[in-house]
């Protein structure tokens, strides 16, 4: 009998081997992001002890999770992939290929990070997203899943019939510019665009491709022989297709829900008797829209929210004065583990159900290894609850902190993790300063340390019946004036390196490139690929942080190179095509995604802009544009190399005549 501590002998190197894939995968990206805040910002990282805490919980959760994959969801997925085109027919297959990619959607770690997004969006700003990414984010999802099916049973019969990828792609991709365009001229719909082609990013993770791969693979053995090579060849496209479709979805919700929804206005009118049944409806209740207006609108907002009338507005700021906690998400560590180990469930469990029911009761199949399998299921649900977890208190910090503080680069920003109350304030100590411009401000001087150092002095910081005054910081412009360009290019060169490095830790974008140097032949080399790829991202989120600094309407930045790629598209080869837009799905893994969302939104706050989305979906354009640039070279390569091969041997068989003449040739005899 095996002894615990021999147990622990054998398990605790294979344990160590995935979590040390897991600390390569974040180390570099978090260090480089901390660097970069505490170094060249000289900011300190607020609440660190709880980030790196979080932190840790994001490496030991990932290995958990991805370990439940291999063990419990991929084996069942790769036995119905080759079981099911052989008992089932195209009808069951095309309806358990849309299921499977709306369950393996809701079971996508990165998809919880959507509905956390909501609170950066002002109600008044943009209507229809708030709506959206608050009360109705659930709509969201089922909107991102029912694309991801619709994309599963289009790339199933692609694997079938052996469709072209390119016609895919033409109507798809210029359908979502076309609607995003249309879009542009909507105010309402304008403020989707960037999280509609976001959920493109989000939905290609972990669980979507290698579960949907598994079922294009064991189709194309069965539709196509036993060739490995081609079946694996077949398996690319469909991330494509996964993250194409999702776009199209939540621009449809966006169309349909436009009408219920008030147009963007300011807030006080926003708040008035004119719209209060519409914006009545963006909340769950009454109480909820109070609470909300209390605490983010201004002061004439929240009083034409009450009709003007002062004393039921201070009646119910002294409700939420006794009971702070309303108006904030305050919750126990108890609650934080409940609602993600819930969420965790509904999201895994449900679609290892759907995966057993199909496998045991449609292709009476024995469930293979299923001891195993149901090790691999509470794996998958322990390690997706740490893993929540540790995006909630360190991934999602950390972005927020690093976003809200680049633009110290460029501009001042205020920084409230700083903020300190100063104890009997007196106003006498309030002096006044000229500036250059004639303008005068007023200040006073404070003790930091064994230093004195003159304060502003906001008339709104100082509460005179308590004789506190609140000093928040101010930080920056670090690299030239006010809105220099100097420091802005700073930030794009920050989030461009970003890119580059977190693309290049990625796994997945190891394994694509070994893949696809096999497919090749060697002509598109592993490390080329990975080069190619890395700097598209980077130029990616680089014009992505661009679009958030000067509030640029992202359909600027993504229709060009997709009119481009159109192009590009038609005059390559089949073979690059595929692994091209295939690509941009290795660039959007389970950490890039809720630390790129998190500093999006955290620049944009800090920024002022009505909302921060767009970098994923730069960061996913710009790989497909930059793989299929280099992979028109590497072809044309190929074929002058296979040309001087061609001349060579005709060259070679000319000699041979030459000395060894035909038969027909032979002098007779005599």
Known sequence: MVTFKETLGLLGPYAWSRLLEQIKAVAILIVYLIFFQTVVLGIPLAEATVIAIGLSLVIVGLAFFMEGLVLGLMPLGEVIGIKLPQKAKLPTILVFAFILGMGATFAEPAVGILKAAGSSVKAWEA???????????????????????????????????????????????????????????????????????????????????????????????????????????????????????????????????????????????????????????????????????????????????????????????????????????????????????????????????????VLLGLLREKLPRADEVALGVVLAVIGMTIFNIGIELGLAKIGNQVGGKLPSAYEAIELPDSKRTIPGFDPALVETAIAPDGKKREFFYAQEGSRIVPIPYKAENHDKAKQVYDYVPTRGPLFGGSGDLSGILVVLLFAFIMGYGATLAEPALNALGATVEQLTVGTFKKSLLMQAVALGVGVGIALGVAKIVWDLPLIWLLAPPYVLLMFITWISTEEFVNIGWDSAGVTTGPITVPLVLAMGLGIGTQAGVVEGFGILAMASVCPILSVLLVGLVVTRKRKAALKEIEGGQQGAEGVLTKIVPPAAEKVPQA
């Open 127 to 357: 209507p229809l997203l708030f709506l959206l990414l608050n009360k109705y984010s659930a709509y969201l999802v089922y909107a991102v899943g029912i694309g991801v099916g619709l994309a599963v049973v289009a790339g199933t019969l692609r694997f079938l019939y052996s469709w072209s990828l390119k016609p895919f792609i033409y109507v798809l991709v210029m359908g979502g510019v076309a609607v995003s365009i249309w879009a542009a001229f909507d105010p309402n719909i304008r403020y989707l665009t960037g999280v509609a082609w976001d959920c493109g990013g989000v939905t290609t993770g972990p669980v979507t491709v290698p579960l949907v791969l598994a079922l294009g693979i064991g189709i194309c053995r069965v539709a196509g022989g036993s060739d490995s090579q081609s079946s694996e060849a077949g398996g690319f496209g469909v991330v494509t297709l996964a993250s194409i479709f999702p776009v199209l979805g939540v621009m449809a919700l966006g169309f349909a829900l436009a009408g219920t929804v008030p147009q963007p206005m300011p807030d006080t009118e926003f708040f008035g008797s004119a719209n209060r049944a519409k914006v009545e409806a963006l909340f769950a209740s009454r109480q909820e829209l109070v609470t909300y207006a209390l605490t983010n609108a201004s002061p004439p907002a929240q009083l034409a929210l009450f009709d003007g009338k002062a004393s039921d507005l201070a009646a119910e700021r002294a409700k939420l004065a006794a009971n702070p906690a309303a108006g904030q998400a305050v919750r126990t560590p108890a609650e934080i583990l409940q609602t993600n180990a819930l969420a965790a469930a509904q999201a895994i469990i449900p679609l290892t159900l759907l995966l057993a029911l």
